[in-house]
Every structure is written in C-alpha cells, then in structure tokens.
C-alpha cells in the first residue's frame, strides 16, 4: 500500500535531537518507558472487553513480547493489547499534541544531574521517543483490537517520518529498535544482551501485572520477528519457549518485610511518571465487612500542573487485582489529589463505571479511610521527620488549605496536619496548637494578616502594634487563605481575627493610654475626623482613630464582616460580580503630619490645601498596603504640586 512522508512537528523534532544526542548516563529507561506503555495497552483492552467495547478481540493471553535479533541488532518490544488505528498513529505518535511538551523541553534542559534527566523522559507521555537515544531506526507496528487494517510507523528520528497502511499485522503493537553499537564509554550497552534485558526488567518492571517474556533468539538466519511486524505471529516463534522475567506479584499485596522500598519507589515512579522516589509510603489494608488493599505515596515535589483544570488526579483502582481505572477521582477528595497509588478492592463489580463509584457507599468508606491515613500521616511526619514535613508543605500545603474550605467532616484533622508562616520565628513555620500555648494572657483571638508576600505583610502599617507589643501573628500568603480563615472561623474556642480587619484592641501593657486620655484624644480630633468623613465620602466609609498604628500616619482597614480587596478580586477573576465595599481610614494620633493636619484643620487655614492633604493621607495608606489609588494621575499631580512648593 501507499507509503508517504510526514514532518514531525517543532518541539518533536526538538525532542528528538535531544533523544539522539543525548548525554544521560542512564539509556535503560528507554526499556522501561517502552514496556510500560506495552502494559498500559494491555490495560485498556483487558477493560474496554469487561465492558464489551472491543468486539472480536483476543485476549486469551495478554502480554509484553521482547525479541532479540543480535545479527540484524534489533529488539522488539511487542503487546497483544489494544492496539493503535492509523489515525491514532498520526495523532499520538507523529505529533506531541501533550500541551506539556514545551513545559517537558524546559525541564529536560534545566535539569540539574543525569539522574534527572534520564526520568523526566516519562513523566510528559513521550516515553515512546526515548528509543532514539538506543537506536537508528525506529518501526512501529500496530492494529486496533477488532479492527482488520494495521499501521507501519518508521523514522530514523531526523525530522521525517512514514506511515503506511498495512493489510496483515497482530492484535496489539510492535516497536522494533535498530540499535546503534554498544559504547561502553557513553553508557550505551548492548540491548542484545538477554542478561542486560532481564536485568532492566526486574530492576523497573517486575511489578508489571502482566507477564514480560522474553523469547529466546530466533535459530538459522534469524529472519523471525526481526523487523517488529508481521513475523511476531510465525510458526517459529510459537514453538520458541519463551521466560517470563517479572513476578507480576502486586507489591501492595506482599507482606511488608518481603518488599523493599526499592520495589515500593519503583511502583510509584511507573504510577506517578515522577523520576524522584516519593516522600512518604502508605500501607493501608481493611478486612471485615468489605476488603480493600492500598499502597499510596505522597510525591516529594509538586507537579508543575497541579493547580490546572485539566490535572488527571485519583489513584488506580483494581479490583481483585484487574486493573479497572487510572485516575479514580472518587477514592480521594480534590485537597490530596496530589497522592498517588494503588487501591485493590475485593468485592466491587470488574464492569464498575464512574457513575457507579459516586453512588458506591463501599468507595465512600474506602474515601474516608484513605482520607484520615494520609492525614494523621502527614500530621505524624511533623514530629517524626520535620525535615520531610518541611519538604511536603512547601510542595503542597497551598493545596492541603483547600480541603479547609471543602471538606468540613475532616476539617480538624486537616488543620492538626497544616502549619504556617508566623512572626515567632523567621524559619520555623507553627501549627494552631503551638500559637495557642504561646498566647499573652489575656488575649482571645489567633491574629493572621494576608497578603502576597512575608516581607509585605511584616512592612504592612497593620502589624505595627502587634509587633511594638510582642503579639504574634499568622502570615498567610498563598490565594487559599483568603478563604480558609473564614471558613474555619475558630480554633479551640479562639477566634481568627485578621489584623486588617476591624477595630483592634491590645490593651493590658504599661504603655496604653488610659480610658480618660483615650476619650480626651476622641474629643480633640472629632471635628477633622468628621470633616475627612464628610469629603472622602465617596471613598471611604468611615475616618477613625487607630490603635494599630506606631509609625505610619494612616492605614486602611474592612469592617470586620466585610471582603478584604485582594478576596473581591478573586471572586471577580472568577467571574462573580461582587459589591465593592467602601474601606475605613484610620488615622495614628501620635504622628506628626496626623497632627499638623489637626492643628491646621483647627485653626481654619486655607480648606482648599488640606483636602488635597487628605486626599494624599488617603492614598498613601492606600498604596501602603499594596494597593492602588483610585485616580493615580490626579495623585501623581499632588504629589508632585507638594515636592515642588518643598524646593
């Protein structure tokens, strides 16, 4: 049939150079990558039969094939799984449509070491390239389970491919290596080698659910399978013995003294597509009732699409240890959709749907067990290895705060597992429970500040008091506090109380005024408080006196049930319209330009003068915090009218 010649895409055929040239000091990944696939191709067709979607297919004996060919120098890795149709071919293989590929390339340049190199090969789903960096020639051979028409794929990986449709080809697919010479010095062995072959195997695959046979070498010329197509099926190679190399045994249902972490690490980077091993290991097993397995990991970095739409979370589900689906959303809640894993359940339907799962009561009990070990886990980690709960809570702990919002029946427990950034130590961050032990006598409220940065809250003019009198306060910077705090309300009968919020009172140190000077300032200040009321009406609700303020002559602040700015711009980002609240001034009465100001308001001088020196307190306590003045260019001409009348 027709052959014709396709150019791979810009960031393929960029993929490919770094694959052909590469350094990594590890090529066996190309074998793992390879048989991984193979075994995810089993997958979807031992369910897409469950669920009568493949008419007519074979699978009898689903497996992965290796073949060697030492005199032609090739290596097949063969499946008998769902196979590929030609314009899956074009879609998946000719193109890398992964929206992270650009995102792949980047981290693939950056990468630090070999050793990081040579794993982020799987974690983009472009593991198939990774036999250029072990081979000339790549051919791929393939037909879609109940389909009769085959595909034949070829490149030599310099910027062009082929494709051909092909009358007569296996269930399943075929990659067929033509491998460059073995160069001990690049760390390029020899592929043909049945002792290195089996060697990768165990190392990567042994867990693999289906069994990786490897064939022995084809007798006479060695003409049987060595092109990866149609010789895979021959006569000669039924009658060939072929040793299966990987237990198949499921790691999560082994006893826990007769697997290593080795095996444990590896599961997970087959899983997960990471090429670190994981920061913590879960072993969970519920007999009774209804019985359940699982082996979960919580990964050592965050995903660089963890907070996107699209980000494919859940764990696998097995039943009985058929492997039913890849990313079960049902078996954790969205707050830890960073864990990865295995859960193996023994009593669900093989033909089990989505829409069954968020019915099922099972997978709702298996939720909320899962739920509360990877919580108290996490919780545990802060005594027993802070340095690995440090590690975890920079990667994950803005996603943690979510289930804050979400998930009130595990509320508790989720903020028993969180900590956060504070003015008691630089470093160090602290959970609720270690602020309420520190807490003055006297004091009520948990205080925290937002804002986008620590250094940005602790120069805020709203930390001023708390920080002259020693109070301590939680500084929350990422966009989930805005609403957590609110969500949770309280702690051990503490309120949450935001320091930008409300009126503050820290009463009860030596240096507070007493209530009868208190009531003298009010009184001495009411008229020009009343007057910037009166004529910043538009934009503010209120001009008062602060009791937060010891350096800044101005801050603004919300009422206390009132949406801070920064939370009125998420909603809107989002697409809800929200009521912009008008804010209070709140004016320090021990600065010197909030006295000039009161004095000359007092004495009637020039009124046209002191409301633009209004306006300006207003702006300034404004841009204090972060924001922006409503007219910039009406506060840019004042300020520069006052420098210039200074010189």
Partial sequence: MTTETFEFQVEA???????IHSVYSNKDVFLRELVSNASDALDKLRLAALRDDAPGADVSDLHVELEVDKDARTLTVRDNGIGMSYDEVTRLIGTIANSGTAKFLEELREAKDAAGADGLIGQFGVGFYSGFMVADEVTLVTRHAGETEGTRWTSRGEGTYTLERIGEAPQGTAVTLHLKPA?????????????????????????????????????????????????????GAEAREAETLNSMKA?????????????????YKHIAHDWRDPLETIRLQAEGTFEYQALLFVPSHAPHDLFTQGYQRG?????????????????????????KGVVDAQDLSLNVSREILQQDRHIRMIQRRLTKKVLSTVKDLRTSAPDRYATFWREFGAVLKEGLVTDSENRDAILAACSFASTHDADEPTALKDYVERMKDGQDDIYYMTGESRQAIENSPHMEAFRAKGVEVLLLTDAVDEVWVDAVGEYEGKTLRSVAKGEIDLSGTEADKSDAEKEKQGEEYAGLLGWMTEHLGEEVKEVRLSARLTVSPACVVSDAGELTPALENMYRAMGQEVPGAKRILELNPEHQLVKSLNRAWTDRQDRAELTETAELLHALAVLAEGGRPKEPARFVQLMADRLERTL
């Fill in 315 to 339: 764990v696998q589900l097995y039943v009985k240890r058929v492997f039913i689906m890849d990313d079960c959303e049902e078996l954790l809640p969205p707050h830890l959709r960073f864990v």
């Fill in 183 to 235: 160069d001990v010095e690049n760390q390029l062995h020899d592929y043909t080698s049945a002792w290195k072959i089996k060697e990768i195997v165990k190392r990567y695959s042994d867990f693999i659910t289906w069994p990786v046979r490897l064939l022995p070498e084809p007798g006479g010329d060695g003409s049987e399978g060595g092109d990866g197509s149609e010789g895979g099926d021959g006569d």
């Fill in 251 to 267: 790691l999560w249902a082994r006893p826990r003294d007769e697997v290593s972490d080795d095996e444990y690490h590896e599961l």
């Fill in 13 to 19: 055929r960029q993929l490919l150079q770094l694959m």
